[in-house]
C-alpha cells in the first residue's frame, strides 16, 4: 500500500526515543526575531540548534504572523508506540520562553504536521485520534484547533468531503481559505484542495498532472497568495536522496507549472519534507533526516552514537532553512 511508503517518510523522524524533562539551563537564552538567529542565505542552515534542532526528533517549524510564536512538532514513545505531539515556544519579557506541549496534548496519538494559518487564528494538524464520526473512519484526518486568547480550543475534525474518503495529511491554507492537502488512498498519494465557501469546504479536486507528477508526492504547502507550491516527493529520477522539495508555480488563470527541483543547496542525500512558509515570505523552513545509519559498522565510535542520539545533524530529523529567494531563480521569467 503507497501509504505504507509514507508512513515510513513521516515516522521517519517519530523515532523511538524517551523524552526526559528539560530543565531551564538546559536551553540558551534567545531574543529577537526568529529566535535570534542569523537570517540565512541560499544554503540551508540548521535553525535554532539546542533550541529547536536539539538532537530530538524535530520536524515542521511554523510561526505565528507577528513573529512572536513558533510551533513544531516533536517525536517521543510510549508503550513502545511512535507518537509525536505539537510543542511551542512564544516571547515574553523580549525571551523566548522554555518550549511547552501546546494546551490540547493528547500524548496516546500521533499530533503531527502543525499548519499555523498566515491569519495566525487556525492551527491545522493531523492526528490518529479516533474522531467518533461514522463518516471519518481513516487511520489519520485532519483536524483544526481556533485560538482563544493565548490557548486554543479544543480541536475538532474537518468534516466530509475533506475527511472521509482516505488517509488525509499535509493541510495548509492561503490568506483567501483555499485548503491544500494531502488525500492517500490504495491508488497514490495526491495533492488536493478544496475552498471554504459560506461555512462547507467544496468538493475536494485534485491539483494537475503537473503538480502530481507521480504516486507519491505528499504534504505541500501553499504561498500565502497561492502562487506558488513547496512539496516532498518521492524517488523522483531528478532527485538527490530518496525524497526531495520540488516548487511548482501557479499564475491567475491557475494554471500550474511542472513541479522544479530545488536544487542541491537545499536536498542533499536525505530526506528533505515538511516544509513552511514563514509568514512574511522571507524564510522557508524544512525537516531534514538521515533514514538510515550504519549502526553495524565496526568503525562506528561512541561519540557517533551520542552524537546521533543529543546533537542536531547528526542523524534524527531537524529543522533547517534557508532564504526564499531561491523561488525567486526558479520561477519562469514570465511569472515575475
Request: charged fraction near 25%; charge should be negative; hydrophobic fraction near 35%.
Amino acid at each position: 500500500m503507497k501509504y505504507k511508503r509514507m508512513l515510513f517518510i513521516f515516522t521517519g523522524f517519530i523515532l523511538i526515543l524517551a523524552l526526559g524533562c528539560a530543565k531551564k539551563d538546559d536551553f540558551p537564552v534567545l531574543k529577537g526575531p526568529y529566535l535570534g538567529q542569523k537570517p540565512p542565505g541560499l544554503t540551508q542552515e540548521i535553525f535554532a540548534p539546542g533550541f529547536i534542532s536539539t538532537g530530538l526528533s524535530e520536524a515542521v517549524c511554523c510561526f505565528s504572523p507577528d513573529g512572536k510564536e513558533v510551533y513544531w512538532n516533536i517525536a517521543y514513545d510510549i508503550k513502545k508506540d511512535a507518537k509525536a505531539c505539537i510543542v511551542y515556544s512564544k516571547i515574553e519579557n523580549g525571551k523566548w520562553t522554555l518550549p511547552e506541549f501546546i494546551n490540547f496534548t493528547n500524548m496516546e496519538y500521533v499530533v503531527a504536521y502543525p499548519f499555523l494559518s498566515y491569519d495566525g487564528e487556525e492551527l491545522y494538524f493531523i492526528t490518529n485520534e479516533p474522531t467518533n464520526l461514522p463518516d471519518l473512519k481513516d487511520e489519520y484526518n485532519i483536524w483544526v484547533a481556533k485560538r482563544n486568547g493565548d490557548k486554543w480550543d479544543t480541536p475538532v475534525p474537518l468534516p466530509y468531503p475533506v475527511n472521509g474518503r482516505g488517509i488525509t495529511s499535509g493541510p495548509s491554507v492561503t490568506t483567501s481559505g483555499v485548503l491544500y492537502y494531502t488525500l492517500i488512498t490504495e491508488k497514490e498519494q495526491a495533492i488536493y484542495r478544496s475552498r471554504y465557501i459560506d461555512g462547507n469546504y467544496t468538493e475536494p479536486e485534485r491539483l494537475p498532472d503537473a503538480v502530481n507528477s507521480t504516486d507519491n508526492q505528499f504534504d505541500g504547502v501553499i504561498a500565502p497568495d497561492e502562487s506558488y507550491m513547496l512539496l516532498p516527493v518521492y524517488n523522483r529520477s531528478d532527485s538527490y536522496g530518496s525524497v526531495d522539495l520540488y516548487v511548482t508555480f501557479r499564475d491567475e488563470h491557475d494554471n500550474w507549472t511542472p513541479v522544479v527541483n530545488l536544487g542541491n543547496e537545499i536536498n542533499t542525500k536525505r530526506v528533505e519534507s515538511a516544509a513552511r512558509i514563514s509568514p512574511d515570505g522571507r524564510y522557508i523552513f524544512l525537516t531534514g533526516l538521515y533514514i538510515t545509519h550504519n549502526w553495524g559498522n565496526e568503525s562506528l565510535s561512541y561519540s557517533d552514537i551520542m552524537n546521533y542520539f543529543t546533537k542536531p545533524g547528526h542523524g534524527r530529523a531537524d529543522i533547517y532553512w534557508i532564504s526564499t529567494k531561491i523561488i525567486e531563480e526558479l520561477k519562469p521569467e514570465e511569472l515575475k
